[in-house]
């Protein structure tokens, strides 16, 4: 809660000059704040605001009316002040109850040290100064709870390690050569790893509640929509021909925006209109110059290598992240009010996509780790949460605090991604008011830094992870989600990714 003085403002109208009172403390208000917690993160504040502070502002505010007052039958500026407090008092009134509402609440958010989460929920309309007597107000509003903070130097923390095979390095060229590959018509069977270009039907109960047309996908173990998933598709679609059905099972999560179809199986039909194959182009000069201004192959692998080294670096970040933060958490019990955690749900999928694309995955991976989280967004967004109580907590008895390169820095991983300018995602970022989220991961990493430079580690072994799953940005329970995520779109660069051009 914010708010700013403004009793002065009638002087610049008039363009009076006023006299500097910058020097003075302002005359705090005799406020009585009662707080009642309606839970861990919810507060409800009554606020009574004393007769003696109203009758002031009324004052103040007559003062300022004075010379410039305009009454039948009296020069401007020369009216009695009985006559002009009568005349003008339904005017000055709802003046006098602005400011004396932003007074209050910016005492009271400095006063309480409430450590408000979002706005308060509050109508100043319904609020009314009576003609006796104090005036009150009440709101709610959510704050970040109140705990103890849990030790959190000398943690035990075990940290991947591995070192990239020319093996893996082959495979991540085949991948990247994949996205800019030709998807060729295939009169055979189906294989794992080809595509299927398909209508799809989802039904419950015999009524058909979505679909979608001429959805080009691959053949994986697990279909992943927005809302649900079909696993064993690379099963279900294996030998499928065109112009062949399939029938499958698509299970929706908990958290599915249709609320009558939560946690149910629904039926997902696949109708096979296309079998492709994907073409993996040749490595020419002029590819390798359209992937990133590369010379050589030596040279293009030796960035595919730096790129996999980034990943394995998220992976010791998100492994120690998680190590860490579930220690600090273990007691974090806390009632999370469900609108909070719809509210925060795409606030986390922005943090999880920056994070992912300065890190350098894929686009496909990207898509997989949003349908992942939407599928689970309540219990994912709740665990956020926590973690990001406790590090800011951590933050603010540091003194850790966001600098101008740590923005240049994140914003110049993610155009190195994207393949776009720094300037072009900074102002992407601001359009889609992104900054305040960029804000707390630079703050969330510069805590989990600090409390690993006190940590302990222990290194294992690390298998790196293959995507496993094939992500649609769909819904299929019928009802479409509400959230504004950035576009994992990728265009340029060694890790620049696009998705394989049809040439049929």
């Not at 299927?196 to 979608?212: K, M, P, R």
């Amino acid at each position: 809660m914010s708010a700013s003085k403004d009793h002065d403002a009638d002087d610049a109208v008039t363009g009076e000059v006023a006299v500097d009172e910058s020097q003075e403390t302002p005359q705090k208000l005799n406020l009585t704040v009662d707080i009642a917690q309606k839970s861990a993160c919810q507060r409800h504040l009554t606020v009574t605001v004393a007769r003696e502070d109203i009758d002031r502002y009324f004052d103040k505010s007559f003062s300022d009316l004075m010379g410039k007052a305009e009454v039948p039958g009296f020069r401007a500026g020369r009216a009695p002040r009985k006559l002009v407090e009568s005349r003008f008092r339904k005017d000055i009134a709802d003046q006098v109850k602005l400011s004396l509402l932003m007074d209050s609440m910016s005492q009271v958010s400095e006063d309480q040290k409430l450590s408000p989460i979002s706005e308060p929920e509050f109508d100043p309309v319904a609020v009314k100064i009576p003609d006796e007597g104090p005036m009150t107000f009440e709101f709610d509003i959510e704050v970040r709870p109140e705990f103890d903070l849990p030790n959190w130097k000398g943690l035990s923390v075990e940290r991947p390690v591995h070192e990239f095979t020319a093996e893996e390095i082959d495979q991540q060229l085949k991948d990247l050569l994949g996205r800019r590959g030709r998807l060729v018509p295939h009169d055979g069977p189906a294989a794992a790893g080809d595509y299927v270009v398909v209508n799809l039907t989802f039904e419950h109960d015999g009524q058909s509640i979505s679909s979608a047309k001429e959805e080009t996908i691959r053949i994986r173990p697990v279909l992943s929509f927005r809302d649900g998933k079909v696993e064993g598709f690379e099963k279900l679609m294996k030998g499928v021909k065109a112009n062949e059905t399939r029938e499958g099972k698509a299970k929706l999560t908990q958290d599915a925006p249709n609320e009558a179809l939560r946690g149910k199986t629904i039926k997902a039909i696949f109708e096979v209109l296309e079998v492709k194959k994907l073409e993996l182009p040749e490595v020419t000069p002029a590819l390798l110059d359209e992937l990133g201004g590369f010379t050589s192959e030596a040279e293009l692998r030796e960035a595919i290598k730096d790129s996999l080294a980034r990943r394995l670096q998220y992976q010791q970040q998100r492994r120690a992240r998680d190590q860490v933060l579930a220690a600090l958490t273990v007691a974090a019990h806390w009632d999370l009010p469900p609108e909070l955690l719809h509210r925060q749900s795409g606030r986390e999928l922005q943090r999880s996509v920056l994070e992912l694309q300065r890190s350098g995955f894929s686009d496909a991976e990207i898509r997989a780790h949003e349908n992942e989280l939407r599928q689970n967004s309540r219990a994912a967004t709740a665990r956020a949460l926590k973690e990001h109580f406790v590090l800011e907590r951590i933050a603010e008895e540091e003194k850790i605090e966001e600098t101008a390169e740590d923005y240049d820095l994140e914003i110049a991983l993610i155009a190195q991604q994207t393949g776009e300018s720094p300037r072009r995602v900074r102002a992407q970022l601001e359009k889609r008011g992104m900054m305040d989220t960029l804000r707390n991961q630079i703050i969330e990493r510069k805590a989990i830094d600090l409390i690993l430079s006190h940590a302990k580690f222990n290194d294992v072994p690390y298998k790196p992870d293959t995507t496993d799953a094939e992500a649609v940005d769909q819904t299929v329970s019928g009802t479409e989600e509400e959230a504004d995520i950035p576009e994992a779109k990728h265009a340029g660069g060694a890790e620049g990714l696009r998705q394989p051009q049809d040439h049929t």
